[in-house]
């Protein structure tokens, strides 16, 4: 099955520095991303799209300088939340799109990566 | 713009029971996509189950299944032979035919007792 893989799984960061957040398409090429964030036993917000090759659309209320987003290649998108704070910490999911499968959409799931900013 | 109501914030269930997790949404658009995911502690998310909506036949998965009312825009999903691996956070979600963007339930969390 396709998998998607995210990296680092879990980061400490100090108030006021950048994070980057990797998410790869390991065995399928994915020309749209998401970027999801959950907090403790809530449902997942969407953040934005990322398209391959363009600029990523976000959703109302997400801060596009706060949350850079890249979509450099078909199997990798980035997500920096830049001058992180605490309010940041959350639990931060991307997902991909296999792009020969555009109709019936089988979003495909990272493991998340859990952001903590002392 | 399409909601999905997931009405039962916990459940429980009886190991080999079985336990019927309910959700309704709400779309003018005619096709589209229906899922049930799975977020077990670890916390990646696993899809369960997938319907389409031009479909009438009821989608299975195993012990996994859904009863899909269109004109009352329900989905629910029932889980048979209950194992201790079920217990998780299970999300309904929606995809318009020719949208993007999954529109997820609140989620319900499902408890299975031994």
């Known amino acids: 099955g396709a998998v998607v893989s995210q990296h680092p799984s879990w980061v400490i960061c100090k108030s006021g520095t950048s994070v980057k957040i990797e998410c790869r398409s390991l065995d399928f090429q994915a020309t749209t991303m998401f970027w999801y964030r959950q907090f403790p036993k809530q449902s997942l917000m969407l953040m934005a799209t990322s398209n391959e090759g363009s600029k990523a659309t976000y959703e109302q209320g997400v801060e596009k300088d706060k949350f850079l987003i890249n979509h450099a290649s078909l199997t990798l998108s980035t997500l920096t939340v830049t001058s992180a704070h605490p309010e940041d910490s959350s639990f931060y999911i991307c997902?991909?799109?296999?792009?020969?499968?555009?109709?019936?959409?089988?979003?495909?799931f990272g493991p998340g990566t859990r952001l903590t900013v002392l | 713009a399409q909601t999905v109501t997931q009405s039962q914030p916990e459940m429980s269930v009886q190991e080999a029971e079985t336990v019927t997790l309910s959700c309704t949404y709400d779309t003018s658009e005619s096709d589209y996509y229906l899922f049930w995911y799975k977020q077990p502690p670890s916390r990646q998310m696993i899809l369960v189950i997938r319907q389409e909506a031009y479909k009438q036949q009821n989608a299975t998965e195993n012990r996994f299944s859904v009863n899909f009312q269109k004109a009352a825009k329900s989905f629910s999903l029932k889980i048979s032979d209950s194992q201790l691996g079920d217990a998780a956070m299970y999300f309904c979600?929606?995809?318009?035919?020719?949208?993007?963007?999954?529109?997820f339930g609140a989620g319900t969390i499902l408890r299975v007792k031994s």
């Open positions: 979600a929606y995809r318009g035919i020719y949208g993007n963007k999954l529109v």
């Open positions: 997902s991909a799109r296999d792009y020969r499968d555009w109709l019936s959409d089988t979003q495909y």
